[in-house]
Nanobody, 123 residues
Framework: VQLQASGGGLVQAGGSLRLSCAGSGRTISRYVMGWFRQAPGKERESVATVNWSGGSTNYAGFVRGRFTISRDNAKKTVYLQMASLKPEDTAVYSC?????????????????WGQGTLVTVSS
């Protein structure tokens, strides 16, 4: 499966953005999907994951209540709605697919990765 993230850009603190992750090739419906981010000079960290149906989600503690992950399997797309953005949310955001059934927040549990999209939050 090939993945491509989009929707990043420059936004002021307190603003919102919606990222999209479009899948091609195999259907993404069989995979747990996740969003991850990597800020300059920092390690990759998890943001959110969603199960195959979209009915279950898991979030990193620092985004809970501000970000929402969702998916539309018919469109082969996963979304990350981000609100109340902070300058520390500035990073390259990437999506990934996991063959495992759990809502893991570990990047090592993900098998397919897409190119990221840059989100810059100005203060």
């Amino acid at each position: 499966v090939q993945l491509q993230a989009s929707g990043g850009g420059l936004v002021q603190a307190g603003g919102s953005l919606r990222l999209s992750c479009a899948g091609s090739g195999r259907t993404i419906s069989r995979y747990v999907m996740g969003w991850f981010r990597q800020a300059p000079g920092k390690e990759r960290e998890s943001v959110a994951t969603v199960n195959w149906s979209g009915g279950s989600t898991n979030y990193a503690g620092f985004v809970r209540g501000r970000f929402t992950i969702s998916r539309d399997n018919a469109k082969k797309t996963v979304y990350l709605q981000m609100a109340s953005l902070k300058p520390e949310d500035t990073a390259v955001y990437s999506c990934a697919a996991s063959k495992y059934g759990s809502l893991s927040l570990l990047p090592s549990d993900y098998h397919y990765w897409g190119q990221g999209t840059l989100v810059t939050v100005s203060s």
